[in-house]
Each structure stands twice: as C-alpha cells, then as structure tokens.
C-alpha cells in the first residue's frame, strides 16, 4: 500500500485554528459588549410617547413610570414590590401598556453578550466536529483495513452508478464517518484507539472534556435546561446540578472550553499522524510543537499546558532534545502566565542547564526573573546572531521581559539588521487544493 500523504492532516489542523482564531476575537467581542440600559430604553421609549402632551401630565406620567421601573428592578433583584398607579387618564394608560410590554420583554430576553457565548460553544465544538469528520476520512483511506466489512455493503443501484474502485471506496469511508460522528466521545475514544490513538490522554481532564460536548446538546436540545440525559453524561463524583437549572455559558467558562477543544484537536491530529504515516514522527511533531508556541504567543495558556504535559508524559522516546526541551520551556511559561510564578521559578531554578546550549540558560535566566543575567546573555547572543531581535520582539519567553526599561534600552541599541540568524536559508513554497477544498 502507498503511504498516505500526511499534508492533509497538517491542512486539517492549520483549517481548525484558523476557526478558533475567529473564535477568540467574537469571544473577546462577548466580554466588551456592555449590557442593555433598561432605563434608556423607556426613556427613548417615553420621548417619542409624550412628544404634545402638556407639561402637567408628562410630570404627572413620567411619576407613573418611575414607580413601574422601581418594581421592574426590584423584580430584576429577586425582590417582590407594589406601588399604586392611577389610570384615570386613558392616555396615560396607552402608554403605561406600551412600557409595560417593553419591560416585559426585557425581562425575558438574554442579554446579547450571553446569546453570542452559548452561540459560540456550539460553535466550537461543531468545529471540533469537522475536524474530527476530516481525520476520520483519513484514516479510512489511507488504512482500508479499518473499516468493517458492514461498512463495505453497497446495493446493486449503487454499483450500477459507480464510475470506478475509487467511488465505491468514497462512498464507503462517507457513510462510516457520518455513522461516527452521529456517536458520542465515548464511541469516538474507542473508534481511534483501534490506531493507537488515545484520546483519554489528550486533555487534562477527562471529565471537564465530556462536559463540555453534553452542555453544548443541553444548549441546543433543551435550552441548557438541566435534564437526566445530561446528568448521565457527565462525571458523576462531582457535585451535580439539580434537574430543571439551566446552565449558562460565563466568560470563564467559554474560554476554558475552546482552550480545552484546541488542546485536544491538534493532538488528535498529530496523534493520528504518527500512528498512521511512517517515518515522519519529526514532522509530525515539528508541525505540533509549532503550532503550541503560536498558542502561547497569543496567550491561550490552557492549551499550551495541556499539549507540553501530554507530550511529555508520553513521547516514549520519540521526542527529540531539542524539542523536548522546547516543550518543557513553554510548559513553564504557560504554568507562570496561570499563576505558578513561584512553582515554575523553584522548577527551574533546580534544572541543570550547564550542559546545555546558551538558548537555555538564557531561559533559565529569564524564567528566574534574572534580568541582569538575561540581559546579558542576551546580548552575547544578539552578536553572534545565535538570537534575533525578531525572536525578542513575538517569543513568548520574553513577554515577561518587555516593557522593562533595560530590555527595551537593549533593542532599542541593538542593529535593527538583525532579524534574522546568521545563516541563509532558502524557503519553497508549494500551494496544494485537496479534494474537500482544504
């Protein structure tokens, strides 16, 4: 059998972040926008309304509002209230009736911030979905002998209608992959763990996981209203919510679940990779560990923690120095960005890199806060173009360092040349369409 061509797995991957990136600037869109004001909706409301009427009613009606918007909020507040209104003015009541439907609404109408984030967790786990779809299809083609022979079973008007081996095998591999995806996490681990792939390894918790695909059903099935087939889904040694709440989808929330959905998507697909494709364990791993420091230089930490943990718990000595190393640097910048500034400096601080190259000991410097030290080395390494000013400016090592004032005196002395190693380096590009457009 001919060795399958991996550049559609890469493509896959590349596709998926590019759909989470989108996802970050609507998600960061979400936490900007600011909630509707009540009161200024009546109030254009009531500026339109009272436009001719005299001033000693318009005081009289406005009184009459104001008591109404008082027990609107208290409701709004979880607290009962009553005031008394007079309605001996038929025109007053006209527009007591119009304001009252538009709080009414109000009340039960999310705020817009909440709709784009439950949108959004629907979102990315279809597009985790897709994804999953693309690999699936993969797999299949590149390894027939996965599929079972009931997957194989096609009708006589079919054959009839078939041009050729290759749509028969199309036709196979579409329908098993819509069969897939109609099943759960559950039947999605057992399906690729029959190449080796195991998902359970692939996040920092199985059960924050699986909750997030049995919220994003309870959103779209049932208003995120808490139901018994939820509650089956997910870990039952947490602590449950009661039957009938509904769930929301916090900021918080929303985050950690994209962040948890990339983690677990680019190592599908590197996992896939290299139990499918022979040979290419570094490209494999190349292309992964490139793609984790993208995740760190845009301060998705969770992610970036999650794929170094797992690739590091279990390359099984398939993992080069180089980039084992690399790994373990971003690891702790990702940890120290989250928080365990003094966990990750102890850490490092016992790390023995004397036998290692200057790029960590520079690491070490700088994950220590050992400005003076990195400082220079820094500038040892920026004159014998072992480090670039470019390096500086978007590694997300040196994030801790800039803004400092001898960190930014450097670069502003450095030769604005250097952008680039010393070494001449020719690159080939070559653009390739895939069947699926990819």
Request: some cysteine.
């Amino acid at each position: 059998m001919a060795k399958p061509d991996s550049t559609a797995l890469g493509l896959s991957g590349d596709k998926h972040l590019g759909r989470v990136a989108a996802l970050r600037e609507l998600r960061d869109l979400a936490t900007s926008m600011s909630p509707v004001d009540d009161a200024q909706v009546i109030s254009e409301f009531l500026t339109t309304e009272l436009r001719g009427i005299s001033p000693e009613k318009r005081a009289k009606f406005s009184k009459g509002i104001d008591e109404i918007l008082r027990m609107f909020g208290a409701a709004l507040d979880g607290e009962s209230d009553s005031a008394q209104v007079e309605l001996d003015d038929p025109e007053f009541g006209h527009i007591l009736v119009g304001a009252l439907e538009i709080l009414t609404l109000r009340l039960r109408t999310p705020e817009s911030a909440a709709v784009l984030r439950r949108s959004l967790l629907t979102m990315a786990v279809s597009d985790f979905e897709i994804l999953l779809g693309v690999v699936a299809k993969f797999v299949l083609r590149s390894h027939p002998d996965k599929l079972n022979p009931g997957d194989a079973t096609l009708t006589l008007a079919q054959l009839q209608n078939i041009g050729d081996i290759r749509q028969a095998i199309e036709i196979v591999v579409d329908r098993r992959v819509e069969d897939l995806l109609r099943g759960d996490l559950i039947e999605w681990e057992k399906w690729f763990g029959q190449i080796g792939v195991k998902f359970r390894s692939m996040t920092d918790s199985w059960p924050a996981l699986a909750e997030i695909f049995a919220r994003r059903n309870l959103l779209v099935h049932n208003d995120g209203y808490v139901n018994l087939q939820y509650l089956n889904k997910i870990d039952s040694t947490t602590s449950k919510p009661i039957v009938g709440t509904q769930l929301e989808v916090t900021s918080e929330y929303l985050s950690e679940a994209v962040e948890r959905l990339t983690a677990f998507a680019l190592l599908m697909v590197s996992g896939t990779w290299l139990q499918t494709v022979s040979d290419e364990d570094e490209k494999s791993i190349s292309w992964l560990v490139q793609r984790t420091e993208r995740l760190c230089e845009t301060g998705e930490n969770l992610a970036t923690r999650i794929i170094c943990d797992t690739v590091l718990a279990n390359h099984r000595g398939r993992l080069p120095r180089s980039r084992e190393l690399r790994l373990t640097v971003l690891r702790w910048i990702a940890r120290r960005n989250m928080g365990e500034i003094e966990k990750v400096e102890a850490e490092v601080r016992a790390w023995d890199a004397s036998a290692l190259d200057d790029s960590y000991l520079l690491s070490r410097s700088v994950l220590t806060n050992d400005e003076e030290m990195a400082i220079e080395r820094i500038r040892g390494m920026l004159k014998s173009r072992s480090l670039t000013r470019y390096e500086l400016l978007h590694d997300p090592l040196y994030a801790i360092m800039r803004g400092s004032a001898a960190f930014e005196r450097m670069i502003s002395e450095s030769d604005p040349d250097n952008y680039s190693s010393g070494s001449s380096t020719t690159v080939s590009v070559k653009i390739t369409v895939t069947d699926d457009g990819q």
